[in-house]
């Protein structure tokens, strides 16, 4: 029996012309210039290569944060860590 990977896919819709468009259109331009910076990545490919040519040490892991990874203490637990959020603070 064959077995085919299922594609989870979700539909592209333009927002155009939708109640909040005009809004989302403004409010990206307030925000945009305070989200741009130089570690901004913008291109996923881009990241890939640089991330490649850091040095890494034996031990060392790369850690992405989002939000729910700060939520509910799961980064800690996950990881076996004790940082406090003060500590991840002051690291960026």
């Known amino acids: 029996m064959t077995h085919e990977a299922k594609l989870s896919m979700r539909p592209i819709l333009s927002a155009t012309g939708t109640y909040n468009y005009n809004l989302d259109k403004w ?44 939520n509910n203490d799961w980064f800690n637990r996950t990881c076996d860590l004790n940082l406090e959020k003060e500590e991840l603070v002051n690291s960026l």
Do not use: C, H, Q, W
């Open 27 to 70: 409010l990206e331009e307030k925000l945009k210039p305070l989200s741009v910076n130089e570690y901004t990545i913008t291109d996923a490919f881009e990241f890939a290569n640089d991330i490649r040519s850091i040095p890494m040490n034996e031990g060392d892991i790369l850690v992405s944060y989002d939000v729910t990874a700060l």
